[in-house]
């Protein structure tokens, strides 16, 4: 899926509801989703990056897909044709102090059938 | 590094299921769960469900999590819960926040309790299922980040598993079934809901969900969506207006409620960025309600040893993200050759089969966005069921299961072609017949004979059926409902028979309140009614709920509504008589 840079979007006027707030985690409105893809943020990764929406406490579950809608709308394409923002780990929010605390599970193959969860060390 | 069979993430209907085909082979099977409660979504659905026998329909969904968990114990199942699955990577490596307790010095000193902490945790299994389910959607309008804005599955959260009331007084965004079920959750919590309101032209759940929500007087707004809400620190009232056909306001159609709380039920979204990251081809076609993993019948993704099932493959509801999970399962293990083809294909194609049956009828995928005007049999569908979420009174007649008959006999206002039979079977002397089409709407048995005792009054998910007597005694009638509200009202307690739309229709007497562990809390209510009000009125309300200036009744006198004219002339027969009949039928009550 190659995005189209030469698109043509024409001045960013002002609409109802810009100064709505639309990621909510990081307080990014309508109105700056607006003008980023009319800087030249054509995919959800660059206005991921851009503007930090979805990249907050929540990671995007509340308002991708709203963020998603506006810069399709802008666009002129449909939602669908946009393509997703990459996941990556960690899925959850995460503090450095558990990331970085590794903990081994004892290895080998599961002592019963039951398998089992417990017996980590740390 | 620990090393299982298979890895589930996710405890919610289709992640059990799953876990519990492979386990009964002899997998090692570990599920991990980030919530500190197994059974998903499972435990919040106190409503009985829809479906038949296999599908563990009219046991409420609560009872089924229980079930669920009983099993996947007794197979030998490890659910580690608080236990966040942060990534899954190559080679089915999956990495786990979770939390290792560490026991005090000695172990044994209560004033020295173990202590926990978190850390990260690295799996590896031969196969993977991502069974991580759905989050709720949300819709922008001014107020929106308001607090007393929140999804209706939040809403469903706090009162089923929190006990805490989201609101005094709500408004409900959304007409599909979350939207309705959750609104009368709601109204047995005891909130009000001030409407129920959907931009669609019409109703998207089940039209028995609507009917329950619209008989308790509970008005639908269709083709009308949220403007704005209202407040500065929090939700003190809600603007809808009306939309035309392509979602834009139309001017002066703008409607004012008083609320604290607004309801958001627009539909959700699968959680699928897991699959995504371990490389599973996905489709962002939007027709699994977002971005969903590429799967066979089986759930198998394009990776090869990764599963979906569950919403996270395609939004659903419950009862066929168990049998999707069961489907998984079973594939699993023979994929692992922990069990054989051929033993392997028979099971899965019987639950092949059961899905099949969930996915029949008006609501079924396939219908999706489909106009349908007539049933299957042929009979035109009630248009005021998906406009005001009830069906009107010169149409309810048109039925199979609405007959007319001397002495005691049911009446089902089942009126849409939905997957759902268990009517057919808590009748005991076969006065219901749906026949082997799951999707057939109940009809009266001819010539059978009714006994009164209520079996299919309670066994009804949708509370859709009533025993009606058209004549007791001179001028009256009684009608048995369906009741699941607090506290119950008592014999001899007066009050209002109320009608489809949820208005008072006339005076209204509890003759008999019936409740047995086979009614599975559905209290069965007897009124008396006026003998013409014997086809109309569908629910009770006291007098005592009369009595507030917000409800329903005292609103609707003083617009002057039917009350004072057909309660006050029609029900006078009834009067002297049933106050006697009551208390002896009182002593006979089962309860």
């Known amino acids: 899926m190659r995005t189209d840079r030469s698109k043509d979007l024409g001045p960013c006027l002002p609409m109802e509801g810009d100064?709505?707030?639309?990621?909510?985690?990081?307080?990014?409105?309508?109105?700056?989703?607006?003008?980023?893809?009319?800087?030249?943020?054509?995919?959800?990764?660059?206005?991921?990056?851009?503007?930090?929406?979805?990249?907050?406490?929540?990671?995007?579950?509340?308002?991708?897909?709203?963020?998603?809608?506006?810069?399709?709308?802008?666009?002129?394409?449909?939602?669908?044709?946009l393509r997703p923002a990459s996941s990556r780990a960690p899925m959850r929010p995460l503090e450095m102090s558990i990331w970085a605390n590794e903990c081994q599970a004892p290895d080998g193959a599961a002592e019963t059938k039951k398998g089992g969860a417990g017996d980590e060390k740390c | 590094m620990k090393r299982?069979?298979?890895?589930?993430?996710?405890?919610?209907?289709?992640?059990?299921?799953a876990a519990i085909e492979a386990a009964k082979t002899g997998m090692s099977v570990l599920v991990f769960d980030e919530n500190a409660r197994p059974g998903g979504q499972l435990f919040k659905q106190i409503h009985k469900f829809f479906?038949?026998?296999?599908?563990?329909?009219?046991?409420?969904?609560?009872?089924?999590?229980?079930?669920?968990?009983?099993?996947?114990?007794?197979?030998?199942?490890?659910?580690?819960?608080?236990?966040?699955?942060?990534?899954?990577?190559?080679?089915?490596?999956?990495?786990?926040?979770?939390?290792?307790e560490t026991p005090?010095?000695?172990?044994?000193?209560?004033?020295?309790?173990?202590?926990?902490?978190?850390?990260?945790f690295h799996y590896k299994a031969d196969a993977i299922l991502v069974a991580t389910g759905a989050s709720e959607n949300m819709v922008m309008f001014d107020g929106w980040t308001l607090p007393g804005v929140m999804g209706a599955g939040a809403a469903q959260t706090l009162m089923n598993l929190h006990g805490v009331r989201p609101g005094k007084r709500v408004l409900m965004l959304g007409s599909g079934n979350v939207g309705l079920v959750v609104s009368f959750q709601l109204l047995q919590a005891g909130c009000q809901v001030a409407a129920l309101v959907d931009a669609a032209p019409k109703i998207g759940g089940y039209g028995v969900h609507a009917a329950k929500v619209a008989r308790c007087g509970v008005p639908f707004y269709l083709s009308h969506t949220i403007k704005k809400v209202e407040g500065t620190n929090h939700v003190t009232g809600v603007t809808i207006a009306e939309v035309d056909s392509h979602f834009q306001f139309i001017p002066g159609t703008e409607k004012h409620f008083d609320v604290d709380t607004v309801c958001v039920a627009v539909g959700l979204s699968p959680m699928s960025q897991l699959l995504k990251?371990?490389?599973?081809?996905?489709?962002?076609?939007?027709?699994?309600?977002?971005?969903?993993?590429?799967?066979?019948?089986?759930?198998?993704?394009?990776?090869?040893?990764?599963?979906?099932?569950?919403?996270?493959?395609?939004?659903?509801?419950a009862s066929s993200a168990m049998i999707e999970g069961r489907m998984a399962g079973i594939r699993i293990a023979e994929y692992l050759g922990y069990e054989t083809k051929e033993a392997g294909e028979a099971e899965f194609s019987k639950e092949e089969a059961s899905l099949e049956g969930l996915r029949q009828g008006m609501f079924a995928p396939q219908n999706r966005g489909m106009k349908i005007e007539k049933t299957e049999e042929g009979i035109p569908i009630s248009t005021n069921l998906l406009k005001h979420g009830f069906v009107a009174d010169d149409e309810i007649g048109r039925f199979p299961g609405v007959t007319h008959k001397a002495g005691i006999h049911p009446?089902?206002?089942?009126?849409?072609?939905?997957?759902?039979?268990?009517?057919?079977?808590?009748?005991?002397?076969?006065?219901?017949?749906?026949?082997?089409?799951?999707?057939?709407?109940?009809?009266?048995?001819?010539?059978?004979?009714?006994?009164?005792?209520?079996?299919?009054?309670?066994?009804?998910?949708?509370?859709?059926?009533?025993?009606?007597?058209?004549?007791?005694?001179?001028g009256c009638a009684e009608v048995t409902l369906p009741y699941e509200f607090l506290p119950l009202p008592k014999a001899g307690d007066e009050g209002f028979g109320m009608s489809r739309s949820g208005k008072p229709v006339c005076r209204a007497k509890v003759v008999k309140v019936r409740t047995s562990k086979a009614f599975d809390h559905t209290a069965l209510l007897t009124i008396e009614v006026p003998e013409d009000m014997a086809m109309k009125a569908r629910f009770y309300r006291s007098r005592l709920e009369c009595t507030g200036g917000d409800s329903v009744i005292a609103q609707s006198r003083i617009k002057g509504a039917e009350v004072s004219q057909n309660g006050a002339t029609g029900d006078r027969p009834c009067e002297s008589k049933a106050a006697a009949e009551s208390e002896k039928r009182e002593e006979g009550a089962a309860i």
């Open chain 1, 19 to 81: 100064d709505r707030i639309v990621c909510r985690c990081e307080e990014v409105t309508q109105g700056e989703i607006r003008q980023a893809v009319h800087d030249g943020m054509f995919t959800m990764t660059e206005i991921r990056r851009y503007l930090r929406c979805g990249m907050g406490l929540c990671q995007g579950q509340t308002c991708s897909r709203l963020v998603s809608g506006i810069v399709a709308r802008e666009l002129g394409i449909r939602p669908g044709e």
């Open chain 2, 4 to 17: 299982v069979d298979l890895i589930v993430i996710g405890a919610g209907p289709s992640g059990l299921s």
């Open chain 2, 51 to 100: 479906g038949s026998k296999e599908h563990k329909a009219k046991i409420r969904g609560f009872v089924i999590g229980q079930q669920l968990l009983k099993e996947a114990e007794d197979a030998g199942v490890q659910v580690s819960l608080e236990s966040t699955v942060i990534g899954i990577y190559p080679e089915r490596e999956v990495v786990v926040r979770k939390y290792v």
């Open chain 2, 104 to 120: 005090a010095a000695d172990g044994t000193d209560p004033q020295e309790p173990s202590s926990r902490h978190e850390a990260v």
């Open chain 2, 277 to 317: 990251m371990a490389g599973c081809e996905m489709d962002n076609s939007g027709k699994g309600g977002g971005q969903i993993p590429v799967v066979d019948a089986a759930g198998q993704t394009s990776v090869p040893g990764i599963f979906a099932a569950g919403d996270v493959a395609g939004i659903e509801e």
């Open chain 2, 411 to 474: 009446v089902m206002e089942c009126t849409q072609n939905i997957p759902c039979n268990p009517c057919q079977d808590a009748c005991a002397k076969h006065c219901i017949h749906i026949g082997l089409n799951i999707t057939a709407l109940p009809a009266v048995e001819e010539g059978s004979t009714c006994i009164g005792c209520g079996m299919c009054v309670a066994s009804c998910s949708g509370q859709a059926i009533f025993l009606v007597n058209e004549h007791t005694k001179e």
